[in-house]
């Protein structure tokens, strides 16, 4: 069970998360979780390329050790990183020195200050969030593509994309395996979309 657009509650309950970036110009933030993934990285960094889009990927560390040259081509686009955590762990079912050393672990590959941090799956307690915001900036998001929902028709996906996308929102795609299939039919769609309307994409 997911929500495309957050509602205003759980943003209420967690106002030092940041959930977008509201205000009066075009520019959508766009955010890719869980890679590197070879292929499917790759192919995102082309389709931004081509709209002069920049990003922020939030990254898991154990994917930058498995393929760090997809790492580095991410940073030379000049996109933004983000520590998703070394082995994408559910804070609410790890223990906090477990959970924050799994932070920290992601720094040992990253080869750069990291100062962004997305909790997997969104879930993350009080108490890893106070330490955590000490260093980092907690970056949430206010529509999410559901490209990851394989019963998710790419059509919807791209619909529902498009309709809750304001001024200032920060988007969650990933270049995953597993969201491969939705993602290479909306992204280049919304970015189109989006393009055509005077909108900037720029990083975090
Ligand atoms: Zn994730």
Not at 20 to 30: D, F, Q, T, V
Request: net charge positive; charged share 20%.
């Amino acid at each position: 069970m997911y929500w495309h657009k957050n509602n205003f509650l759980i943003k209420w309950l967690y106002p030092s998360f940041v959930w977008s970036k509201p205000g009066k110009e075009k520019i959508i933030y766009l955010t890719f979780d869980d890679g590197p993934i070879p292929g499917v990285t790759e192919w995102v960094l082309d389709v931004l390329q081509h709209y002069h889009a920049k990003a922020t990927f939030f990254c898991v560390g154990d994917n930058i050790r498995k393929h760090p040259r997809v790492f580095e081509k991410v940073k030379q686009e000049g996109h933004s990183i983000g520590n998703h955590t070394f082995n994408h762990l559910n804070g609410w079912k790890t223990a906090k020195k477990i959970y924050l050393e799994n932070v920290s672990k992601f720094g040992q590959v990253a080869g750069q200050e990291v100062h962004l941090f997305r909790p997997p799956y969104g879930k993350i307690s009080r108490s890893q969030a106070a330490v955590i915001r000490q260093t980092h900036q907690l970056i949430m998001w206010d529509v999410l593509s559901g490209d990851f929902d394989n019963t998710l028709p790419a059509h919807t996906c791209l619909q529902k994309s498009i309709q809750y996308t304001q001024k200032g929102t920060i988007i969650v795609f990933h270049d995953s395996l597993k969201a491969r299939r939705n993602l290479q039919f909306v992204l280049p769609r919304y970015l189109q979309h989006f393009h055509s309307l005077g909108y900037s994409f720029e990083k975090l």
